[in-house]
């Protein structure tokens, strides 16, 4: 069974930076969309970002410019490079390939104002 494994998380800051990490039992990465969801407390998992196999990207509006998806195909590493984080960036992050429902148990980001 594929396995995800977030982490990186914690607390930071208003303002400063944070890079989730997540690595896959196996190569699903090099060959699969991988994307970033997150689930503030009381609310519903949305979108962050993904990256396609060809390694275009897609970001939620409210993440555009400030957070920065990448991956490592050889190490099986998906990455969420998280600056001039917010308050409202709580959340728990999930790496997830959404192809094969294969999804981490996620990692607590906590911005403090």
């Known amino acids: 069974q594929m396995q995800l494994v977030e982490s990186g998380g914690g607390l930071v800051q208003a303002g400063g930076s944070l890079t989730l990490s997540c690595i896959a039992s196996?190569?699903?990465?090099?060959?699969?969309?991988a994307h970033w969801y997150r689930q503030a407390p009381g609310q519903q998992r949305e979108f962050v970002a993904k990256i396609t196999s060809d390694d275009s990207t897609t970001y939620a509006d409210s993440v555009k410019d400030r957070f920065t998806i990448s991956r490592d195909k050889v190490k099986s590493m998906l990455y969420l490079q998280m600056t001039r984080l917010k308050p409202e960036d709580t959340a728990v992050y999930y790496c997830?390939?959404?192809?094969?429902?294969?999804w981490g148990k996620g990692t607590l980001v906590t911005v403090s104002s």
């Open positions: 997830a390939v959404p192809l094969i429902n294969a």
């Open positions: 196996g190569n699903i990465f090099r060959i699969n969309s």
